[in-house]
């Protein structure tokens, strides 16, 4: 089974696919259409700006030492509107790994079965503990299978994530990062409430998340961070 993208412990609640879209809807409110169409224009925006940063290159950050990075979609996304974030990953060292989820139809035990047994194969084959991104309801799925396996997860990182969804703790080091434009998972409602979890803003839409500068910025920091902590526990090992 091929899980690199490199070339180019609690019970869970089960959220239906119907109260997620009750929730976003009720986010958008009555200007839903206005709302879909500036996230559209917006989110170019920024994919547009993303490619004339020296971030897009790698440039200007620390790169990584080639973990597992498994990248979550949000709730009716695919792993196909991740691949810019993919490619990135693997542009400053670290190993990208789809989520193999097909479509995010809902936070569902089936769901989070499925993602928890990816995560150990690519924990097992690697040799290596993985980290988790998740974009908006993908990160609910990060944190819960950190909680399940804080043995297989190294660390989180969440973009956007309705996280009063499913409060149960991490487990694992947390960083999630938030937009006080986000139109969707309205400020605060992406902020972690657990002590030990760091929350960096970023500016941009929900959608645009996947392809902002800033929140590539604050990736790169985060996931070298765990890298720094994970090679100097080895060392006293």
């Known amino acids: 089974m091929k899980h690199d993208d490199r070339s180019q412990p609690g019970e869970t609640r089960t959220i239906s696919p119907g109260r997620i879209a009750?929730?976003?809807l009720g986010a958008i409110g009555a200007t839903a259409m206005i709302g879909l169409a500036a996230e559209?224009?917006?989110t170019a925006a920024e994919y547009e700006r993303l490619v004339h940063d020296p971030i897009f290159d790698g440039e200007r950050v620390a790169h990584g030492d080639g973990h597992p990075v498994?990248?979550?979609p949000g709730f009716l996304g695919n792993d196909g509107y991740l691949?810019?974030?993919?490619e990135w990953l693997g542009r400053i060292d670290y190993a990208p790994v789809r989520s193999e989820m097909g479509?995010?139809?809902?936070?569902?035990?089936k769901l989070?079965?499925?993602?928890?047994?990816h995560a150990i194969t690519v924990a097992q084959d690697s040799g290596k503990s993985v980290s988790i991104i998740g974009h908006s309801l993908g990160g609910i799925y990060a944190r819960a299978i950190a909680r399940r396996n804080p043995e297989t997860v190294r660390q989180i990182i969440t973009m956007g994530s309705p996280l009063r969804l499913d409060a149960g703790p991490a487990a694992v080091p947390f960083t999630a990062i938030y937009s006080r434009g986000d139109?969707?998972?309205r400020y605060p409602r992406a902020l972690a409430t657990e002590p030990d979890a760091k929350n960096v803003e970023a500016g941009g839409c929900h959608v645009g998340m996947a392809f902002n500068a800033?929140?590539?910025?604050?990736?790169a920091e985060a996931l070298g961070a765990s890298t720094v902590a994970s090679e100097t526990s080895q060392s006293i090992a």
Not at 103 to 109: K, P
Not at 112 to 117: F, G, T
């Open 22 to 24: 009750k929730l976003v």
């Open 40 to 42: 559209a224009i917006q």
């Open 103 to 109: 479509r995010n139809t809902g936070f569902t035990e």
């Open 83 to 86: 691949n810019t974030l993919r």
């Open 70 to 72: 498994i990248v979550i």
């Open 183 to 185: 139109r969707i998972v």
């Open 214 to 219: 800033a929140v590539y910025r604050a990736i």
């Open 112 to 117: 989070i079965a499925q993602l928890e047994q």
